[in-house]
């Protein structure tokens, strides 16, 4: 079973209804909630009757430049098994040349039997390049805008295919996954200010970045040696959270900050998005149509860390760590709580004109988080978090053949709020962050900037009886789950490099409404589940989309719409009640409406494999 597919709390049986205790910081005594389990699989679930070929697909779609590309296979039909993390590997030769833009598609094939939906993670070098999942089963497609990466995909690359997926025979999990992956690579002018150095972080023993933290390792730290000549740096990481934290927007505590320290200093924060993979909360929602940042993750954060080269020596070390992890194992004395992390640190690297001195201006960092708040109430139990952060570093960098100013501010909110009994829990997170980094200077100028939210709200009520006994595992349990869920991200997005602006403003909405009712056999502790027999089975799942991608105010809008519906006990494939997608070309003489394009509004689950 995928190792990051569960949100539970630990449960125990009390007249009849499963429910889960909490522990304090005080004394709280008769604090239940819902049992909502990790991941629910059916074995058998139909065929799709219908065009188009990909059963689900990205929302996000990136629109190529109108040139032929060159295409480089990079997989074709690989077989991913019993795979776990080990890695499928080959070597490819990109043709080296100018390119204006890279994309990479990656579709997956389901087959032989029932599967839970995967991770799967593509590495360039060691470096990660791609993050996202499968579908439960059947088919997928997702892209990735690789452009950033450029002057690593060249010449002779050695990637990295790794799908996470396992076996349960006994109960009837034996999905094989193909994978294809192709490299499309435009010709024409590349972008100005593309890194030319990528050193990935925290390798693992298949030589790939990725780690795992938990409440008994938290905190992962990884010596550096900059390069000679790098006038600037940045991170970029990717993360999920795992086991007992896959919902961790509604656990107890609800919030998770990713911190990055830079010798001992915090330098960052990323705020990671609240994905939901195609089993998650209730496996119907999502067929056909799939939640957020789920076949592949579309919204980076990269964390301009220039002003921290003028600290930079032989011994310097970058670190992360994932906020109140330690305080989940407090509350409720389980360590179970993962998160997986791959890292790049970009540079950009002239060797011929090193750094000859530099004084860091600014070193300014403060992080608060009011940790858990529970109140008692008449109809349950109330908790309250909120935090926020506000960083700065600037720095003056002397190079033999110039000099550049760096100056960069990162400032973020976060709040979470819940109430909950043993049959009903309403959840609402919100995460609200921004970066300004500028460098001016005789070698270039640069601004970057983001302004993004992630907000999420969901409700729902859970009826759980066991019909076998529940301390034995596996066991049965009569189950029935209603809820509605309003998912959003709103992404705002600009890098200029002398001159050269490139903008994405995100606006995506996923709202869905539904359950089900049935037999369940819980498998494990996490709450993965097999779904032995159904009862009633009703979701329509609606998704909006507005992106624009613009260079030097040219470029286009996508407009995307779906709905799918699910109304069948007997045939769990569900259809799309519609789907419409559009590009409208925009010039640089008829700029869109800032309000139209960035509208920020305010807006436990089960993870089901259908």
């Known amino acids: 079973m995928r190792k990051s597919i569960a949100f539970i709390l630990l449960f125990s049986l009390l007249a009849g209804i499963i429910m889960v205790p909490i522990a304090t910081s005080q004394a709280v005594s008769g604090i239940s909630r819902p049992l909502i389990l990790g991941n629910i699989t059916v074995l058998n679930s139909g065929k799709i009757p219908y065009d188009p070929p990909y059963y689900s697909f990205e929302a996000y779609q990136i629109h190529p430049p109108n040139v032929t590309p060159g295409v480089v296979r990079i997989a074709t039909n690989v077989v991913f098994n019993n795979s776990g993390l080990t890695p499928y590997i080959v070597h490819v030769n990109i043709p080296k040349g100018n390119y204006s833009m890279l994309i990479l598609n990656v579709s997956i094939n389901e087959s032989n039997g029932a599967q839970y939906d995967r991770p799967v993670y593509i590495f360039a070098n060691g470096v990660p390049i791609f993050w996202g999942s499968t579908q439960q089963f059947l088919n997928s497609t997702a892209e990735i805008d690789l452009t950033m990466f450029e002057n690593l995909l060249s010449g002779n690359v050695t990637f990295q295919l790794v799908l996470e997926n396992f076996y349960d025979a006994k109960i009837g999990i034996t999905g094989i996954y193909k994978m294809n992956v192709i490299l499309y690579l435009y010709p024409g002018t590349p972008p100005k200010g593309l890194p030319n150095y990528f050193m990935p972080l925290f390798l693992n023993k298949y030589n790939y970045s990725y780690i795992i933290l938990n409440p008994l390792n938290d905190y992962i730290s990884q010596n550096l040696t900059i390069p000679n000549g790098a006038y600037k740096m940045a991170l970029l990481l990717y993360e999920e959270g795992g086991g007992l934290d896959e919902f961790w927007y509604a656990n107890e505590p609800a919030t998770r900050e990713i911190q990055v320290f830079y010798d001992n200093r915090l330098v960052g924060i990323v705020n990671p998005y609240q994905t939901i993979y195609t089993g998650g909360i209730d496996s119907f929602w999502w067929k056909p149509v799939t939640s957020i940042n789920t076949l592949s993750f579309h919204s980076p954060y990269i964390i301009d860390l ?44 002239n060797g011929s004109n090193p750094l000859i001195s530099a004084k860091l201006l600014t070193a300014y960092s403060r992080f608060m988080d009011s940790s858990p708040i529970f109140n008692p109430g008449l109809v349950g139990e109330y908790y309250q978090e909120g935090g926020a952060y506000l960083l700065n570093y600037s720095a003056i960098l002397q190079f033999r053949d110039g000099i550049e100013y760096s100056d960069v501010v990162q400032e973020g909110r976060f709040y979470a709020y819940q109430t909950f009994n043993q049959l009903y829990e309403k959840a609402y997170l919100g995460e609200n962050f921004m970066e300004y980094a500028i460098e001016r200077g005789s070698l270039y100028n640069s601004t970057l900037y983001y302004d993004v939210y992630y907000p999420i709200f969901m409700q729902f009520s859970v009826f759980a009886s066991p019909i076998s006994n529940p301390h034995v595992i596996p066991y049965n349990l009569s189950y029935e789950q209603n809820g509605t869920l309003n998912l959003g991200l709103y992404y705002y997005y600009t890098n200029i490099f002398d001159n050269q602006n490139l903008t994405i403003k995100t606006t995506e909405n996923i709202t869905t409404v539904g359950g089900f009712s049935g037999i369940i056999e819980v498998i494990n502790r996490y709450g993965g589940a097999v779904l032995v027999s159904i009862t009633s089975n009703n979701a329509l799942t609606t998704k909006s989309l507005v992106n624009y991608i613009l260079l030097n105010g040219s470029g286009y809008k996508e407009i995307f719409s779906a709905q799918g519906l699910q109304n069948s006990t007997t045939n769990f494939v569900g259809y799309y009640v519609y789907q419409k997608i559009q590009f409208i070309p925009i010039n640089n003489s008829d700029p869109p409406n800032v309000d139209e394009m960035f509208l920020v509004k305010p807006i436990h689950f089960l993870r089901v494999i259908v």
Not at 316 to 333: R, S
């Open 306 to 349: 220039t002003p921290l080269l003028a600290i930079s020596s032989p011994n310097n070390a970058i670190a992360v760590t994932v906020t109140n992890l330690e305080t989940a194992l407090q509350l409720t004395g389980t360590a179970a709580y993962d998160w997986d992390i791959a890292g790049v640190l970009m540079l950009w690297v």
